[in-house]
């Protein structure tokens, strides 16, 4: 009877996903911020094809040329140039590749040891959790601005070194946020049926938990994407992040600070790349998280 029942469930779950695409897609602000990420990650991965320049090759005799839009631009420079006459537009578009690769691959480990340890930790209770949700609490307590300055001062800031201190910031909230969605389905009948019939934690975890661990945190994991990008902007704007010659979004406006009253578009355009992206996926995750929470289920 209760596998019966186990399966009624699990054919009523799978009705409620098949409608969520297509409801998603119906929303036009939705839509439109898929498009724009799209379009902006598209122009990224193909940079060299996006703009014929080198991100590092200086036009002295052109620098601070201002934008097309602006009095003294040029369609040579549409966003203009720096201070060293390198076109702002082309780095830019190097500055996404490396800000978004560094944010996806965040939140990838981000993600993979949060449902870790969260599962772990929501499923064998008692010590294990008590521990695990100590080391969690400790990690919580630092400020990630500390633990990057910490590390990266004992380390050439590189990539992985980057990713390793956006992980070891991120992993506590997603683990104990996994951690009382486990708790809150544990108590529920048919994980209590499962149990009855035999079925082992491993089996209980991989069968039921997974599905809802994933349809409460996917719209959370889009809205740190968003966050991890502002934090690699800030790290490289301080100067502890991406270094030269490699380029990122923060890396260009701490370029462009000393040019800020003279030649804004330096630090201000990168900085509206980055509200475009994080203001896109902040809309994504506002209708997912509606749409694939449990409680809309």
Known sequence: MEEVELKKKSVKSAKSVKRHPKELFQ?????????????????????PYVSHYDPNKMFIQERLTPPIFLKGGTVKFILGTDGLGRDVLTRILYGLRNSLLIAFLSVAVIFGIGIFVGLLSGIYGKKVDSIIMTVADIQLSVPLLVVAIILLA?????????????????????????????????????????RIMGASPWRILRKYFLYSVFLSTVGFIVLEFGLMIIWEALLSFLGIGI??????????????????????????????????????LSFMSRKLIRLLSPKAG
């Open 27 to 47: 929303d036009k602000v939705f839509l439109v911020s898929v498009i724009v990420l799209l379009a902006i990650t598209i122009c990224a991965i193909f940079a």
């Open 154 to 194: 004992l380390v050439r800031p590189s990539v992985p070194m980057i990713i390793l201190v956006l992980s070891i910031a991120g992993w506590p909230a997603y683990a104990r946020g996994i951690r009382a969605s486990v708790l809150s389905e544990k108590s529920k009948d048919y994980i209590l049926a499962a």
């Open 243 to 280: 270094q030269p010659p490699d380029v990122s979004l923060g890396t260009i406006m701490g370029d462009g600070l000393n040019y800020l009253v003279s030649a804004w578009w330096i630090t201000t355009l990168p900085g509206i790349f980055i509200m475009i992206i994080v203001l896109c």
